[in-house]
């Protein structure tokens, strides 16, 4: 599923959503692109059990002229929602916090296990499987966005998912392959 901005803008939030607007989005704040330039493909959540952090995945399709930053997250159903990215440092997988993460103009950015993704943490409700989370993606514009998430089983595949992507040992609920250092060929 494709929100364009455009077709999400709504007189406000909780206001009844025209016949043509997509319900589970809305756009508030100025922006220094057209909203029609801004694009979410593919939200989903990665859910785990017993109130473990669950990584929120995305596409952000910038189609303007200029770049659009990210510069924060927040859910009603959340307690922390943080922007983080996996990096692979010494050999070893890691996560870290980022204070923004820039899509180019006339580009794609899929938020992904591997990469930049949204961090949950403190769920303010019972969220499981088959639920929708709305997050509010925040903007250096002061552009908001609200998207509904769907929340997915622990073995989940998204589209932001890499091909080959080893497994999260240690995870409760994750496949169970280990990570293993690349052989040299």
Sequence with gaps: MVLGAAALATPALGAAAPAHTAPHAVVAGHAD????????????????????????????????????????????DYAGVDLHRSVIEGGLSKMEPVQQIV?????????????????????????????????????????SLVVNFEVRKPDANGPAAMPGMPGMPGMPGMPAESAKPARPH
């Design 33 to 76: 692109t057209r909203p029609e330039d801004l694009q979410i493909e593919q939200a989903w959540i990665r859910w785990l059990p017993a109130s473990l952090p669950a990584g929120g995945y995305l596409t952000v399709a910038n189609r303007g002229d200029r770049a659009v930053v990210l510069v924060g997250a927040s859910s009603p």
């Design 103 to 143: 899509v180019a103009p006339h580009s794609t950015l899929a938020f992904s296990a591997t990469g930049y993704h949204i961090m949950l943490t403190t769920p303010t409700r019972p969220v499981a499987p088959g639920a929708r989370v709305p997050i509010t993606l925040h903007f250096a514009d002061g552009r």
